[in-house]
């Protein structure tokens, strides 16, 4: 699942009037289906299945993918053949190479992670604009019992 998180172009005042707040805002999300492990997504890296969310969501929005100055995504099993899945899945999706793009591998909390890292940025006013989201296959990693 991935979304976009924006801040508001409204201010939050604190109680302190000196202070203001940049307040994230989820905009919209999308997400591949569900399949079973070794069957419909068996030739997809998690990459791959990045790319196509990603892709999917900046065609559904109609943003502009200039103004993503950021980008993480959360995977719980590591694919050794990529070093960093949320900018490589962001590449290959056709998306500006100048977006910084992070992988956060924390187990199951990882996109979560993801979200807080992106939300956190926004609130301090770092970032305008963000996409965070997960992305894992179970159809390529060795199972071991």
Same mark, same amino acid.
């Given at each position: 699942?991935?979304? /976009?998180? /924006? ?22 999300? =999308? ?10 997504? @068996? ?10 969310? &990603? ?20 995977? @719980? /099993? ?18 500006? =190479? ?5 992988? @956060? ?7 979560? =992670?993801?979200?807080?890292? &992106?939300?956190?940025?926004?609130? &301090?006013?770092? &970032?305008?604009?963000? /996409? ?12 071991? @019992?």
């Amino acid at each position: 699942m991935f979304k /976009i998180c /924006i801040r508001n172009r409204d201010t939050i005042v604190s109680t302190d009037i000196n202070q203001k707040k940049h307040c994230p805002v989820l905009v919209d999300g =999308v997400r591949t289906p569900f399949r079973r492990s070794h069957q419909a997504f @068996v030739d997809l890296s998690a990459c791959d299945l990045g790319r196509h969310a &990603l892709r999917g969501l900046i065609d559904k929005t109609g943003v502009d993918p200039g103004q993503i100055q950021h980008v993480a995504m959360g995977t @719980v /099993i590591h694919d050794p053949r990529t070093s960093n899945v949320a900018r490589e899945s962001w590449l290959s999706a056709g998306l500006p =190479v100048h977006t910084p793009a992070n992988t @956060v591998t924390l187990a199951c909390i990882s996109s979560n =992670v993801a979200a807080m890292q &992106l939300a956190d940025m926004i609130r &301090l006013g770092r &970032l305008d604009a963000a /996409i965070f989201g997960g992305t894992d296959t179970c159809s390529d990693p060795p199972i071991r @019992v």
